[in-house]
């Protein structure tokens, strides 16, 4: 004989579960300073250029 469950998993506990399974991926938007793909609203990680062109990359 196989395992069973000790409780039933109810309907709103099975579909919150499986709420992750269909997420998206991040839309990409392209970097205006060096053209390369980047997250819209965040710093570019490869110019470190974001909105305006303000350089915010540190210099170390």
Do not use: Q, W
Not at 7 to 26: C, Q, V, W, Y
Not at 27 to 50: A, D, L, Q, W
């Amino acid at each position: 004989m196989g395992a069973l469950p000790k409780r039933k998993i109810s309907k709103g506990r099975k579909n919150r579960r499986r709420a992750n399974d269909f997420l998206k991926k991040p839309e990409m938007s392209k970097c205006p300073k060096c053209g390369k793909t980047k997250r819209p609203h965040f710093v570019c990680e490869f110019c470190g250029y974001y909105g305006d062109g303000k350089n915010l990359k540190s210099n170390k």
